[in-house]
Protein backbone atom coordinates (compact mmCIF):
# COMPACT_ATOMS: atom_id res chain seq x y z
CA UNK A 1 0.00 0.00 0.00
CA UNK A 2 1.09 3.51 -1.02
CA UNK A 3 1.88 5.54 2.28
CA UNK A 4 -0.30 8.55 3.40
CA UNK A 5 1.54 11.09 1.15
CA UNK A 6 -1.29 9.96 -1.69
CA UNK A 7 -3.65 11.18 0.83
CA UNK A 8 -1.79 13.97 2.70
CA UNK A 9 -1.78 15.37 -1.28
CA UNK A 10 -5.17 14.39 -2.47
CA UNK A 11 -4.07 13.55 -6.01
CA UNK A 12 -7.05 13.57 -7.96
CA UNK A 13 -5.71 10.09 -10.17
CA UNK A 14 -6.29 8.45 -6.09
CA UNK A 15 -8.87 10.68 -4.09
CA UNK A 16 -12.02 10.11 -5.86
CA UNK A 17 -15.35 9.92 -4.36
CA UNK A 18 -15.37 9.78 -0.83
CA UNK A 19 -11.54 10.80 1.17
CA UNK A 20 -10.21 7.51 2.55
CA UNK A 21 -7.02 6.77 4.41
CA UNK A 22 -4.01 5.33 3.49
CA UNK A 23 -2.26 3.34 5.48
CA UNK A 24 1.55 1.77 6.24
CA UNK A 25 0.46 -0.80 8.94
CA UNK A 26 3.92 -2.61 9.07
CA UNK A 27 6.03 -1.31 11.48
CA UNK A 28 9.63 -1.95 12.91
CA UNK A 29 9.85 -4.32 15.33
CA UNK A 30 6.00 -5.74 14.77
CA UNK A 31 4.99 -3.22 16.75
CA UNK A 32 1.35 -1.49 15.58
CA UNK A 33 1.25 2.35 16.15
CA UNK A 34 -1.61 1.52 18.62
CA UNK A 35 0.61 -0.85 21.11
CA UNK A 36 2.59 0.31 23.31
CA UNK A 37 5.24 -1.78 25.00
CA UNK A 38 7.69 -0.54 28.10
CA UNK A 39 6.82 3.00 26.88
CA UNK A 40 8.45 5.99 28.28
CA UNK A 41 6.62 9.28 29.58
CA UNK A 42 6.44 11.69 26.96
CA UNK A 43 9.25 13.90 28.50
CA UNK A 44 7.93 17.35 29.47
CA UNK A 45 9.62 20.95 29.18
CA UNK A 46 11.15 22.13 32.49
CA UNK A 47 10.14 25.67 34.57
CA UNK A 48 12.99 25.78 36.58
CA UNK A 49 15.51 28.65 35.60
CA UNK A 50 18.68 26.54 36.73
CA UNK A 51 20.78 24.86 34.75
CA UNK A 52 19.22 21.63 32.47
CA UNK A 53 20.06 18.14 34.08
CA UNK A 54 21.66 15.95 30.90
CA UNK A 55 19.01 14.21 28.77
CA UNK A 56 17.69 10.92 30.10
CA UNK A 57 18.38 8.23 27.15
CA UNK A 58 14.68 8.65 26.50
CA UNK A 59 14.56 12.47 26.03
CA UNK A 60 17.38 12.08 23.99
CA UNK A 61 15.39 9.45 21.59
CA UNK A 62 12.49 12.23 21.63
CA UNK A 63 14.43 14.45 20.10
CA UNK A 64 16.29 13.11 17.69
CA UNK A 65 13.34 10.94 16.16
CA UNK A 66 11.11 14.20 16.01
CA UNK A 67 14.35 16.08 14.54
CA UNK A 68 14.54 13.07 11.69
CA UNK A 69 11.01 13.03 11.24
CA UNK A 70 10.81 16.78 10.35
CA UNK A 71 13.56 16.04 8.25
CA UNK A 72 11.73 13.48 6.40
CA UNK A 73 9.13 15.54 5.54
CA UNK A 74 11.47 18.42 4.16
CA UNK A 75 13.57 15.63 1.98
CA UNK A 76 10.26 14.19 0.76
CA UNK A 77 8.92 17.91 -0.01
CA UNK A 78 12.33 18.63 -1.91
CA UNK A 79 12.31 15.16 -3.61
CA UNK A 80 8.88 15.88 -4.77
CA UNK A 81 9.78 19.33 -6.34
CA UNK A 82 12.14 18.34 -8.50
CA UNK A 83 10.93 15.49 -10.88
CA UNK A 84 14.50 14.97 -11.94
CA UNK A 85 16.01 14.19 -8.71
CA UNK A 86 17.73 11.21 -7.36
CA UNK A 87 15.89 8.89 -4.81
CA UNK A 88 19.32 8.62 -2.76
CA UNK A 89 18.47 10.99 -0.02
CA UNK A 90 15.26 8.80 1.45
CA UNK A 91 17.77 5.97 2.96
CA UNK A 92 18.57 9.08 5.39
CA UNK A 93 15.18 9.62 6.45
CA UNK A 94 13.53 6.82 6.27
CA UNK A 95 13.33 2.61 6.50
CA UNK A 96 11.34 -0.50 5.91
CA UNK A 97 8.02 -0.05 4.66
CA UNK A 98 7.67 3.74 4.59
CA UNK A 99 11.48 3.84 2.44
CA UNK A 100 9.87 1.39 0.19
CA UNK A 101 6.70 3.25 -0.42
CA UNK A 102 8.32 6.63 -0.85
CA UNK A 103 10.73 4.98 -2.99
CA UNK A 104 7.74 3.75 -5.48
CA UNK A 105 5.46 6.66 -5.50
CA UNK A 106 8.08 9.26 -6.08
CA UNK A 107 9.86 7.11 -9.01
CA UNK A 108 5.96 6.82 -10.21
CA UNK A 109 5.16 10.28 -9.86
CA UNK A 110 8.56 11.36 -11.84
CA UNK A 111 7.93 8.99 -14.30
CA UNK A 112 4.86 10.50 -15.25
CA UNK A 113 6.61 14.14 -15.06
CA UNK A 114 4.50 15.54 -12.05
CA UNK A 115 5.60 17.82 -9.57
CA UNK A 116 5.03 19.30 -6.27
CA UNK A 117 4.51 23.23 -5.75
CA UNK A 118 5.23 24.70 -1.53
CA UNK A 119 6.06 22.70 1.02
CA UNK A 120 4.05 20.89 4.00
CA UNK A 121 4.15 22.39 7.01
CA UNK A 122 4.34 20.63 10.48
CA UNK A 123 1.87 22.08 12.62
CA UNK A 124 2.16 19.79 15.34
CA UNK A 125 4.40 17.01 16.38
CA UNK A 126 3.38 15.03 19.57
CA UNK A 127 5.70 12.30 20.78
CA UNK A 128 3.68 9.64 22.01
CA UNK A 129 5.56 6.87 23.50
CA UNK A 130 9.49 6.14 23.17
CA UNK A 131 10.87 2.09 23.40
CA UNK A 132 14.43 1.38 23.85
CA UNK A 133 14.27 -2.19 23.52
CA UNK A 134 16.87 -2.96 21.80
CA UNK A 135 17.12 -7.01 22.39
CA UNK A 136 17.18 -8.43 19.02
CA UNK A 137 17.78 -5.77 16.27
CA UNK A 138 17.51 -8.85 13.94
CA UNK A 139 14.62 -9.62 14.37
CA UNK A 140 13.07 -6.21 14.43
CA UNK A 141 13.38 -5.53 17.93
CA UNK A 142 14.67 -2.01 17.52
CA UNK A 143 14.30 0.99 19.58
CA UNK A 144 11.22 3.19 18.10
CA UNK A 145 9.27 6.59 18.83
CA UNK A 146 6.19 6.95 18.48
CA UNK A 147 4.91 10.28 17.16
CA UNK A 148 2.09 11.83 15.73
CA UNK A 149 2.32 14.88 13.14
CA UNK A 150 -0.58 17.23 12.12
CA UNK A 151 0.49 18.30 8.97
CA UNK A 152 -0.66 20.90 6.78
CA UNK A 153 -0.42 21.41 3.09
CA UNK A 154 -2.57 24.35 2.38
CA UNK A 155 0.41 25.85 0.69
CA UNK A 156 1.07 23.03 -1.58
CA UNK A 157 0.03 22.09 -5.05
CA UNK A 158 0.99 19.21 -7.59
CA UNK A 159 1.52 19.89 -11.21
CA UNK A 160 0.85 16.98 -14.17
CA UNK A 161 3.82 17.57 -16.76
CA UNK A 162 1.36 20.19 -18.47
CA UNK A 163 1.48 22.43 -15.62
CA UNK A 164 -2.52 21.37 -14.89
CA UNK A 165 -2.86 20.88 -10.88
CA UNK A 166 -4.04 17.43 -10.30
CA UNK A 167 -5.11 18.03 -6.59
CA UNK A 168 -8.91 16.94 -5.86
CA UNK A 169 -11.28 19.71 -4.94
CA UNK A 170 -11.96 18.71 -2.05
CA UNK A 171 -8.44 17.86 0.06
CA UNK A 172 -8.35 18.44 3.47
CA UNK A 173 -5.56 20.85 4.05
CA UNK A 174 -4.45 19.43 7.55
CA UNK A 175 -4.51 16.02 9.06
CA UNK A 176 -3.17 13.90 11.45
CA UNK A 177 -0.56 10.81 10.95
CA UNK A 178 1.21 8.00 13.23
CA UNK A 179 4.81 7.56 12.61
CA UNK A 180 7.07 4.87 13.96
CA UNK A 181 10.32 6.24 14.28
CA UNK A 182 12.97 3.79 14.66
CA UNK A 183 16.82 3.08 15.02
CA UNK A 184 18.49 -0.34 13.75
CA UNK A 185 21.53 1.43 14.43
CA UNK A 186 20.95 2.33 18.05
CA UNK A 187 23.92 1.02 19.56
CA UNK A 188 26.55 2.38 17.40
CA UNK A 189 24.37 5.44 16.45
CA UNK A 190 22.08 6.54 19.23
CA UNK A 191 21.53 10.06 18.06
CA UNK A 192 21.61 10.06 13.90
CA UNK A 193 20.50 6.51 13.26
CA UNK A 194 16.89 7.22 13.38
CA UNK A 195 14.61 6.80 10.23
CA UNK A 196 10.96 6.62 9.95
CA UNK A 197 9.95 3.28 9.48
CA UNK A 198 5.63 3.76 9.13
CA UNK A 199 2.97 5.96 8.65
CA UNK A 200 -0.69 5.64 9.70
CA UNK A 201 -3.58 8.26 9.24
CA UNK A 202 -5.77 9.20 12.54
CA UNK A 203 -9.54 9.76 12.06
CA UNK A 204 -9.14 13.33 14.59
CA UNK A 205 -10.34 16.35 14.75
CA UNK A 206 -7.66 18.10 12.13
CA UNK A 207 -5.31 21.18 13.07
CA UNK A 208 -5.80 24.75 12.28
CA UNK A 209 -3.98 25.45 8.86
CA UNK A 210 -1.58 28.24 8.32
Same mark, same amino acid.
Given at each position: ????????????? %??????????????????????????????????????????????????? /????????? /? !??? +?????? !??????????????????????????????? +???????????? #??????????????? #?? !???????????????????????????????? %?? +???????????????? %??????????????? /??
Amino acid at each position: MEPHMRYRLGLKS %WATGALVLAAVTGCAGGTSPTTDPTTSPTPSASSSTTSAPPASPSEAASSA /ASQKLRAYF /A !TVD +RLGQDA !TAALVPLDQVATSTQLSAERRLLKSQHGRGE +RQVGATRVAQLK #VQSVNLDNSDPSAGK #VP !TVVIDVCWDVSKVDVLSKGGESIVSANRPDTG %WT +RYIVANYRYDANPSDG %WRVAAGQDLKRTPCA /AS
